[in-house]
Nanobody, 115 residues
Framework: QVQLVESGGDLVQPGGSLRLSCAASGSDFSNYAMGWYRQAPGKQRELVAAIASGGKTNYADSVKGRFTISRDNAKNTVYLRMNSLKPEDTAVYYC?????????WGQGTQVTVSS
């Protein structure tokens, strides 16, 4: 049974940092792309960052230079380091994994940026 479990969401002040983790189990994810989407209240889910099995990364324009995605294939884990957080980064962040398009999803972790 495939399972993705996110952790690391929290309440943080503007300008602060967080690191999200997503631990995958139930399969070998080394050949999967993995990444993060987010969904704010009243908005569509949007891609934040993705990392291919070979390590190539891509980011939404809104987070470039502030967020960094990485993965540890030995641990089947993907990370999202978020710096210089802004109130508009507030959302539920979802981890995904898939060979091409997202196939598996985590349950989401809440990130709230507020003073």
């Amino acid at each position: 049974q495939v399972q993705l479990v996110e952790s690391g969401g929290d309440l943080v002040q503007p300008g602060g940092s967080l690191r999200l983790s997503c631990a995958a189990s139930g399969s070998d994810f080394s050949n999967y792309a993995m990444g993060w989407y987010r969904q704010a209240p009243g908005k569509q889910r949007e891609l934040v960052a993705a990392i291919a099995s070979g390590g190539k990364t891509n980011y939404a324009d809104s987070v470039k230079g502030r967020f960094t995605i990485s993965r540890d294939n030995a641990k089947n884990t993907v990370y999202l380091r978020m710096n210089s957080l802004k109130p508009e980064d507030t959302a539920v962040y979802y981890c995904y994994a898939g060979v091409v398009a997202p196939t598996y999803w985590g349950q989401g972790t809440q990130v709230t940026v507020s003073s």
